[in-house]
Each structure stands twice: as structure tokens, then as C-alpha cells.
């Protein structure tokens, strides 16, 4: 069973920026792609980014490409989301997510966290 802490949300005004964390514990992180996620308030949650397992492919929504930035520590077992640039669109419940990563780019994952809450004032 794989735990995911995230960590690092809160408030910022627009065009500042946010570092997002993930700690997994109680498993082999290697074996996972990991993601993260964020769904606003009445709508439906997107995948915003996801590095695969192995950590060499990457993937980005297209309202974040150029903005956020994905990575991966094995040595910490940790995901880190690397926001800039943020815009009030961006206000959303951020949750980190572990999986394989086909089923992972279909949001259908093995382990979630519990989120953690980023807002940005315009």
C-alpha cells in the first residue's frame, strides 16, 4: 500500500508561484508513474502533469505547458510540481496520484493523496 503526503499549496497572487510536493511511502516508488491532478469547484478534474516511472517522458495539459514543470526524486521518493506564472484559472484542489501510466494519462490510478489546496488571486 502506497501513501502520498502532498504538500506546499496555499495563496499566492497571479503571476507568482507555488511548489508542490508529493512524499510516497510504503512502497517501491520506481514502479509508479506519477501524476498530479486538481479539480476546481464545480468542475470536473483534469490531469495537469505526469512523469513516467522512469522519469524520461512527461506530460502536460495544454494550459500549463510553458508553466509548470514535473519531476521526480527516487533518492527522497518524491514528486515535485514546479508552478510559475500562475493565473487565477489555476485555483484548484492539487492531488498527487501513483499508477502506471497508460491507465495513469486516463486518470485511472493506484494511490491518490489527499490534496492540497492552491488558490491564486487576480
Known amino acids: 500500500q502506497v501513501q502520498l503526503v502532498e504538500s506546499g499549496g496555499g495563496s499566492v497572487q497571479a503571476g507568482g508561484s507555488l511548489r508542490l510536493s508529493c512524499a510516497a511511502s510504503?512502497?517501491?516508488?520506481?514502479?509508479?508513474?506519477m501524476g498530479w491532478f486538481r479539480q476546481a469547484p464545480g468542475k470536473e478534474r483534469e490531469l495537469v502533469a505526469a512523469i513516467h516511472k522512469f522519469g524520461a517522458t512527461t506530460y502536460y495539459a495544454d494550459s500549463v505547458k510553458g508553466r509548470f514543470t514535473i519531476s521526480r526524486d527516487g533518492t527522497k521518493n518524491t514528486v515535485i510540481l514546479q508552478m510559475n506564472s500562475l493565473k487565477a484559472e489555476d485555483t484548484a484542489v492539487y492531488y498527487c496520484a501513483a499508477g502506471q501510466w497508460i491507465k495513469l494519462l486516463r486518470q485511472v490510478c493506484d494511490y491518490w493523496g489527499q490534496g492540497t489546496q492552491v488558490t491564486v488571486s487576480s
Open positions: 510504503g512502497g517501491t516508488f520506481s514502479s509508479y508513474s
